[in-house]
């Protein structure tokens, strides 16, 4: 897995202009069963990638916490919010609530989520390749390439089942 995760920055940096280009004609022509694709190419990749075996998402960014996230994940501590921010959090330059650090605090060495059951929406939904409307996050799923081995798969293999 190492090797891969070596490549895949090499790998998204040598593809980025090429898909890039391709996600402006995207936005452009969206096709009318984009979302299906997706959603099949999505549901492929994830029957032959195991996420444990990697967890570079976990070692390498960190999510977005929204205030939803927050109560629901201090609950899960028996903490008030505050004190699960303070913890835990720091605000962005978006003003957003992040991890004050990376890689994430709450994975273990064996790249278990320790609060799988109650982690943020955007682990829950990363790398958002099954997103409904997925033109809308082009630029997201450009950054998501050279982060997820996953990602970059399902983009190959979008470009080769919509050709534009």
Do not use: W
Request: glycine content about 0%.
């Amino acid at each position: 897995m190492k090797q891969i995760l070596n490549n895949l920055n090499k790998l998204a940096k040598d593809k980025h202009i090429e898909n890039k280009k391709y996600f402006d004609k995207l936005k452009k022509k969206q096709p009318k069963n984009l979302d299906y694709v997706m959603q099949d190419l999505h549901d492929a990749e994830f029957k032959k990638t195991d996420c444990l075996q990697c967890a570079n998402c976990c070692k390498t960014t960190g999510p977005l916490f929204t205030l939803a996230d927050i109560e629901r994940i201090s609950k899960s501590f028996r903490q008030k919010p505050q004190q699960f921010i303070e913890q835990y959090l720091r605000i962005d330059e978006d003003k957003d609530y992040v991890l004050k650090s990376v890689p994430c605090t709450f994975l273990d060495n064996e790249n278990y989520c320790m609060i799988y059951d109650v982690r943020p929406k955007a682990c829950r939904e990363f790398p958002h390749t099954d997103r409904k409307k997925f033109h809308q996050i082009a630029d997201l799923t450009l950054k998501n390439v050279a982060i997820c081995p996953a990602a970059y798969n399902i983009v190959e293999e979008m470009k080769k089942k919509i050709p534009l």
